[in-house]
T-cell receptor, first 119, second 115 residues
Framework: NAGVTQTPKFQVLKTGQSMTLQCAQD?????MSWYRQDPGMGLRLIHY???????DQGEVPNGYNVSRSTTEDFPLRLLSAAPSQTSVYFC??????????????????FGSGTRLTVV | GESVGLHLPTLSVQEGDNSIINCAYS??????FIWYKQESGKGPQFIID?????DKRQGQRVTVLLNKTVKHLSLQIAATQPGDSAVYFC??????????????FGTGTRLTIIP
């Protein structure tokens, strides 16, 4: 059980280049999400997915695309990299359980991160 | 103290002493809270969680207290060790229906254990 695996660990891009950050989990979690973390700040949600074929925007979605074709994978795409996207990116997964009157995420597990620099 | 909004950036504690990290949240609809530990160069690591129908939960050397009246969360670490040095984040979850679940993180508190 590898948990959440992110690749690559480090990446340098030139402005305008595109790339895909990979995220895979082997815990059969329904919920997956992408966060970015900037110096001195907490994690900010980019996009999330509650299951295969379903994605939605988080707090800072501009400049990023996602898709969820399988339960296991949730890639994050930068179509035209900008220096403002220099950050550390974390993928996370969790399972959803109904409790009382709502769903809640449990078992939130993070990957080890991708450090992206856009020059 | 830290909040999902404001934060106390650093806290230094003597090794062996107890530490308390605070977090103020703003959304009274939040129903689930998690504390994470993040060491340098690593992803956040789950420490302990608590649901809104509880006011206290204990783990190994850690206790989370929830005061819904004043919307305050705290993490107590007993008998701190050098390995406890890290940034600690609180996060809140609002479960308002399938598809809307999101964790919102505070900016973090850096805990330094002094040998």
């Amino acid at each position: 059980n590898a948990g959440v695996t992110q690749t690559p660990k480090f990446q340098v891009l030139k402005t305008g280049q595109s790339m895909t950050l990979q995220c895979a989990q082997d815990m059969n979690h329904e919920y997956m999400s992408w966060y970015r973390q900037d110096p001195g700040m907490g994690l900010r949600l980019i996009h999330y997915s509650v299951g295969a074929g379903i994605t939605d925007q988080g707090e800072v979605p501009n400049g990023y695309n996602v898709s969820r074709s399988t339960t296991e994978d949730f890639p994050l795409r930068l179509l035209s990299a900008a220096p403002s996207q220099t950050s550390v990116y974390f993928c996370a997964s969790s399972y959803l359980r109904w409790s009382t009157d709502s769903y809640t995420n449990y078992g939130y597990t993070f990957g080890s991160g991708t450090r992206l620099t856009v020059v | 103290g830290e909040s999902v909004g404001l934060h106390l950036p650093t806290l230094s504690v003597q090794e062996g002493d107890n530490s308390i990290i605070n977090c103020a949240y703003s959304n009274s609809a939040s129903d689930y809270f998690i504390w994470y530990k993040q060491e340098s160069g690593k992803g956040p690591q789950f420490i302990i969680d608590i649901r809104s129908n509880m006011d206290k939960r204990q783990g190994q050397r850690v206790t989370v207290l929830l005061n819904k009246t004043v919307k305050h969360l705290s993490l107590q670490i007993a008998a701190t060790q050098p390995g406890d040095s890290a940034v600690y984040f609180c996060a809140e979850n609002i479960g308002v229906g399938f598809g809307n679940e999101k964790l919102t993180f505070g900016t973090g508190t850096r805990l330094t254990i002094i040998p």
